[in-house]
């Protein structure tokens, strides 16, 4: 995008240094020239600016997608840390309690 903003600025700077038309109707052909390809950049400057403007779109929906799915996992880590805590617990609750040896001391 910047190559061609460049070349219209140029392109304009240059109109008012231009040689002076040759004689015959080679002005007219050259000036139509100058305005085509005047034109023909301000028609690409304006696609590539409803590109960009399409990405920098794209980009923003993306980077709101990552962050409710970065969401989503932090919940489920959450989820996971205390379904895991949970069953301890239980394991802990539900282990053999070791008993006192019966029968008589030495």
Do not use: N, Y
Not at 23 to 38: I, M, T
């Amino acid at each position: 995008m910047f190559r061609h903003i460049v070349f219209a600025s140029v392109l304009i700077a240059g109109l008012g240094h231009a040689a002076p038309p040759a004689a015959g109707g080679s002005s007219a052909a050259s000036s139509d020239s100058v305005e085509r390809q005047l034109r023909d950049t301000r028609a690409q400057v304006q696609t590539q600016r409803t590109q960009a403007a399409q990405l920098k779109s794209r980009v923003s929906e993306l980077e709101r997608r990552s962050a409710a799915q970065q969401a989503q996992q932090a919940q489920r880590d959450r989820e996971i840390a205390e379904l895991q805590r949970k069953l301890d617990a239980l394991s802990k609750q539900s282990a053999p309690v070791p008993s006192p040896r019966s029968g008589g001391g030495p």
